[in-house]
Nanobody, 109 residues
Framework: QVHLLESGGGLVQAGGSLRLSCVAS??????MGWYRQAPGKQRELVAR???????NYADSVKGRFTISRDNAKNTVYLKMDSLKPEDTAVYYC?????WGKGTQVTVSS
């Protein structure tokens, strides 16, 4: 059975940085990504990356967030810099139809 396990969330002040990690067990996925869901809002794409290194980002995070993968470890990362209060959300790792349980990111002003 395939699982996605996220880690790295937490509380940070505006302007700070965090790095999220997501380890996939059992499969190697062509595309892995991060989504987020803020209270009262729909889940939205943050960033995705393919095995070949192609990426796409939400406009709201371009220039601040960086997605990367370590294919040997079957792990995807999300480095988040210049964090803003509006980045506060639960961040979910995704691969194919599989979702992680999420990790909370809270940015204080």
């Amino acid at each position: 059975q395939v699982h996605l396990l996220e880690s790295g969330g937490g509380l940070v002040q505006a302007g700070g940085s965090l790095r999220l990690s997501c380890v996939a067990s059992g499969n190697i996925f062509y595309s892995m990504g991060w989504y987020r869901q803020a209270p009262g809002k729909q889940r939205e794409l943050v960033a995705r990356m393919t095995l070949g290194g192609s990426t796409n980002y939400a406009d709201s995070v371009k220039g601040r967030f960086t997605i990367s993968r370590d294919n040997a470890k079957n792990t995807v990362y999300l480095k988040m810099d210049s964090l803003k209060p509006e980045d506060t959300a639960v961040y979910y790792c995704n691969a194919a139809s599989i979702w992680g349980k999420g990790t909370q990111v809270t940015v204080s002003s």
